[in-house]
């Protein structure tokens, strides 16, 4: 409790969290939602906001504020995953690169920079394109997933070497400590803060693909996202025809959730920054 009290002094932090907790809270709503989100004409069309309908409806007679529960859920379950799985593999590849060294560095790096290379969005076109008509949230969020870590597992890689350099490793090495707790007990707090910040700015980045192939048409556009909504309003052309809430409900959505993944990534690095820790420390003994 007393790390979340110092973190809400942050205003980055502060405004982050009440953001979350908003879409949040609309995620959960989704399970209470009087309607199917696969069924059209269910509410008047091209309502524009007003009680009941407070985001307006759809010109395929879907109410916009229930839709957009949904596509709150959807998309940030396709983060979490993407970013979840993702986080998993760059600490595995990254820890053991940095400290193994050697061949087994040169061949996990080789790999690593083949993924560093590729032009991700080609690649994610042509896998969408082909399995599209069966494409889920889950089969997406776990492709994102194989391309999403390897950035992250080079920085970790560098933190690593540079651990292993400090007089701290090779005392534990002489007194006998095993490679294992060596890794978990002394190095693993200093890539924490690597951990979180990549993975908040991995779901940032699985997020912005996910809108982006929804956009171009080739998610499962049946399936409620934030991307879909867009590709939706796009589709119907919302704002030629006036219908200017049904376009700006997906893009506020999607500004304001970046932004707050953004300045919780910022914030939350800063804190559990072990520099950072430290000068903390140092002010409140003064």
Known sequence: MEGFKELMKDGRFRFAFIVICVLAFMSILSFFSPYDPLRWNVVPRDKPPSWPYIFGTTSQGQDLFWQSTYAIRNSLTIALIASGISRVIAVIVGLVAGYKGGRTDTVLMAINDSFVVMPLLPILILIASVIRENLTMVMLGLILSLFGWAWDARVIRSQILSLREREFTYTAILS???????????????????????????????????????????????????????????????????????????????????????????????YLDPRTRIQRIGKAKE
């Not at 171009?216 to 119907?236: D, F």
């Open 176 to 270: 006998g400590t095993r490679t294992f707790n060596l890794v978990i007990k002394e190095y693993f707090p200093y890539i924490i803060p690597i951990i979180f910040a990549t993975l908040i700015n991995n779901m940032i980045w699985a997020v912005g693909m996910e809108v982006t192939l929804a956009i171009l048409g080739l998610s499962n556009t049946e399936i409620p996202t934030i991307g879909t909504m867009i590709h939706w309003a796009v589709n119907y052309q919302a704002m030629l025809l006036g219908y200017w809430w049904w376009i700006l409900t997906p893009v506020i959505i999607s500004i304001f959730l970046f932004v707050a993944l953004y300045l919780l990534s910022t914030s939350l690095s800063e």
